[in-house]
């Protein structure tokens, strides 16, 4: 058993940074996939970032590449998300995840969910 906990989501303007924390407790295992997932008010949850623990492969979004940056800290077990350049379309919960069985893209593939932390990116 996995369990996420989510923070550092928060108001800021566009073009700002935020910087969100995933602190994962139970077991891990190096061919776990730890992802970052957002959902909008009326839209379907959407992938983000996802990097496998061991640190060996990393996938973004298209809509977040060179904006975001998603990386893991093995000693503080926890996984980050470090957002620059922030765009009001950016706004959304963003929701921490892990998945047994290696990186996707889908939300279904992915075993534990933290319970999200809200991104607001004014204009």
């Known amino acids: 058993q996995v369990q996420l906990v989510e923070s550092g989501g928060g108001l800021v303007q566009a073009g700002g940074s935020l910087r969100l924390s995933c602190a994962v407790s139970?077991?891990?295992?190096?061919?776990?996939?730890m992802g970052w997932f957002r959902q909008a008010p009326g839209k379907e949850r959407e992938f983000v970032a996802a990097?496998?623990?061991?640190?060996?492969?990393?996938v973004y979004a298209d809509s977040v590449k060179g904006r975001f940056t998603i990386s893991r800290d093995s000693a503080k077990n926890t996984v980050y998300l470090q957002m620059n350049s922030l765009k009001p379309e950016d706004t959304a919960v963003y929701y921490c995840a892990a998945g047994e069985s290696g990186i996707f893209l889908s939300s279904s593939r992915y075993d534990y969910w933290g319970q999200g932390t809200q991104v607001t990116v004014s204009s």
């Open positions: 990097i496998r623990w061991s640190g060996s492969r990393i």
């Open positions: 139970g077991r891990t295992f190096s061919s776990y996939a």
